[in-house]
């Protein structure tokens, strides 16, 4: 059975702290894993990763993937109140003809000023 | 550019109506989903679709239909409501394999 296991489940950071959330997978047919940050309503994508090793950056965010290990990770540096949010991982599966996508727990993230 | 519409925001069923979610999207995507959501359970995927006329099973089906006559509707169908089915529902949808989901905005969906 595919999973995608997210962790920590929450954290409550202050404000200028860094933060590493954490994303393992096993699935059958892996093609990439995806980042999305959830505030009050529909998720927004935040990093799509398909080669091990190579960190994708946005700003204060980074993320790279480790497919040997199987695990992705999230870092946010210089925190801010508005980071608040849940972290969604995804992983996209599929061998050919079809595809999909499956979603962690998400971790929820509170950054206190 | 709308991007992905869901309509409605809000419902409120009795158990056993029946409704259908709406979802419709204006990029062309080839691939269209359904997820609902609930509290420590993230997001769990209902069913999906890589193409008109071809639908499939994700992890939670139990109780919806789908189909995908057209690119750009992709409605969920509740056939017998039931509190269980009380959560947040997301359309999203893709451009192709490789690429990133859209999300809609949600369907708040309360039975009682």
């Known amino acids: 059975e595919d999973k995608v296991v997210q962790s920590p489940l929450s954290l409550v950071v202050h404000e200028g702290d860094t933060v590493t959330l954490n994303c393992s997978y096993e699935v059958t047919n892996f093609r990439s894993l995806l980042w999305y940050k959830q505030e009050k309503k529909a998720p927004t994508f935040l990093f799509m990763l398909?080669?091990?090793?190579i960190e994708k950056k946005s700003g204060r965010l980074s993320s790279i993937l480790d497919k040997k290990e199987l695990f992705s990770i999230l870092n946010i540096t210089a925190t801010q109140t508005g980071d608040s949010a849940i972290y969604l991982c995804?992983?996209?599966?599929?061998?050919?003809?079809?595809?999909?996508?499956?979603f962690g727990t998400g971790t929820r993230l509170k950054v206190l000023a | 550019n709308a991007g992905v519409t869901q309509t409605p925001k809000f419902q409120v069923l009795k158990t056993g109506q029946s409704m259908t979610l709406q979802c419709a999207q204006d990029m062309n995507h080839e691939y269209m989903s359904w997820y609902r959501q609930d509290p420590g359970m993230g997001l769990r995927l209902i069913h999906y679709?890589?193409?008109?006329?071809?639908?499939d099973q994700g992890e939670v089906p139990n109780g919806y239909n789908v189909s995908r006559s057209t690119t750009e509707d992709f409605p969920l169908r509740l056939l017998s409501a039931a509190p269980s089915q009380t959560s947040v529902y997301f359309c999203?949808?893709?451009?192709?394999?490789?690429?990133?989901?859209?999300f809609g905005n949600g369907t708040r969906l309360t039975v009682t």
């Open positions: 398909t080669s091990s090793g």
């Open positions: 679709s890589v193409g008109a006329g071809i639908t």
């Open positions: 995804a992983v996209e599966k599929g061998a050919s003809g079809t595809y999909k996508y499956i």
């Open positions: 999203a949808s893709s451009r192709t394999r490789g690429s990133p989901l859209h």
